[in-house]
């Protein structure tokens, strides 16, 4: 399974864009990146993924490396509510059925 | 709420007793899996199910835990003779599964949904 490199730590001030970045130099070809969060004592809650081309939601946007060996979710003004821990999964559908977390990052907003 | 819900959210046990942990997904989910985390730590998979067949368990689900999905809905996952090294949040999620032909990113990717866990202490 392709791996992901994450920073374990980030700070960012309210209401300022956040650039969280993902390391993944052996993804394959088939591989979706995926990213959650995870808030205090909840579960893992699904943020956004993309294969290729940049993507936005209403919660993120990822910004996806030409070579796709690295990816960036941008928080565009972070608030405290988005203070969790953010982890960059890869995972090709079409031939595991899990995903494989790493330790992620956990970002810290200060008001 | 239609998201993936658990029971109960925290369990505190004795050393050597049995617990059981209630999942259900969401509603036209077919797909259903566990997780482990400990704390520091992101979650760790233990076992999935497609409809009510469990297709594939991971090795850290020793002959103590059995998952069951009895008719493709809701799931039970089971420790028996429970240790202290047992401890840990158990999380369960649940997807559409793939669906080829369709478009979205979501039903193609089988997007995993989580449920708040169930904490369980061992003492």
């Known amino acids: 399974d392709a791996k992901t490199t994450q920073p374990n730590s980030m700070e960012s001030n309210e209401e300022e864009p956040v650039h969280l970045p993902c390391n993944h130099s052996?993804?394959?070809?088939?591989?979706?990146i995926h990213w959650y969060r995870q808030l205090p004592s909840q579960g893992p809650e699904y943020v956004i993924h993309?294969?290729?081309s940049n993507v936005n939601n209403r919660m993120a946007s990822l910004a996806i490396a030409e070579d796709r060996k690295s990816s960036t979710l941008i928080l565009h003004r972070a608030t405290l509510r988005d203070a969790a821990v953010y982890y960059c999964i890869l995972r090709d559908p079409g031939r595991t059925y899990k995903y494989i977390f790493g330790t992620g990052t956990r970002l810290k907003v200060l008001a | 709420d239609t998201g993936v819900s658990q029971d109960p959210r925290h369990k505190i046990t004795k050393r050597g007793q049995n617990v059981t942990f209630r999942c259900d997904p969401i509603?036209?989910?077919?797909?259903l899996y566990w997780y482990r985390q400990t704390l520091g730590q992101g979650p760790e998979f233990l076992t999935y199910?497609?409809?009510?067949?469990?297709?594939?368990k991971s090795r850290l689900l020793s002959d103590r835990f059995s998952a069951e999905r009895p008719k493709g809905s809701f799931s039970t996952l089971e420790i028996q003779r429970t240790e202290q090294g047992d401890s840990a949040m158990y999380l369960c999620?649940?997807?559409?599964?793939?669906?080829?032909?369709?478009?979205?990113?979501?039903?193609?990717?089988?997007?995993?949904?989580f449920g708040p866990g169930t904490r369980l202490t061992v003492l």
């Open positions: 199910f497609q409809n009510e067949a469990q297709l594939e």
């Open positions: 052996t993804i394959s070809g088939t591989d979706y």
């Open positions: 999620a649940s997807s559409l599964g793939l669906r080829p032909g369709l478009a979205g990113g979501g039903t193609r990717t089988d997007t995993q949904y």
């Open positions: 993309g294969l290729t």
């Open positions: 509603s036209e989910h077919n797909r």
